[in-house]
């Protein structure tokens, strides 16, 4: 059984950093392309960034790109998401999801799917 866990959101100020962790287990990470997605209060779950299945590809939603990064360690079987330059639109629930294809950006291609970490981002 696959499994996902994010960490690493908190609530910070406009222009701070964070980054978040997608631990993966049951599988291992290398067998997935890699994504992470957000969902605001009221709004639909959006793309945000992927990551092939040896990190040397990856792909950013536009309004994340140049402030966002995503990155994997498959010998740590985790992805992450650097955050900076935060701003409150990217307030959010974060989720990473797993799926075999390249390069899925809609959520109906990830397979599996953590439970979300909260990003709140103040002015």
């Known amino acids: 059984q696959v499994q996902l866990v994010e960490s690493g959101g908190g609530l910070v100020q406009a222009g701070d950093s964070l980054r978040l962790s997608c631990a993966v287990s049951?599988?291992?990470?290398?067998?997935?392309?890699m994504g992470w997605f957000r969902q605001g209060s009221g709004k639909e779950r959006e793309f945000v960034a992927a990551?092939?299945?040896?990190?040397?590809?990856?792909y950013y939603a536009d309004s994340v790109k140049g402030r966002f990064t995503i990155s994997r360690d498959n010998g740590k079987n985790t992805v992450y998401l650097q955050m900076n330059s935060l701003k409150p639109e990217d307030t959010a629930d974060y989720y990473c999801?797993?799926?075999?294809?390249?390069?899925?950006?809609?959520?109906?291609?990830?397979?599996?799917w953590g439970q979300g970490t909260q990003v709140t981002v103040s002015s």
């Open positions: 999801a797993a799926a075999l294809r390249w390069l899925a950006l809609s959520s109906r291609e990830y397979a599996y």
């Open positions: 049951g599988r291992t990470v290398s067998s997935f392309n």
């Open positions: 990551i092939g299945l040896s990190g040397g590809s990856t």
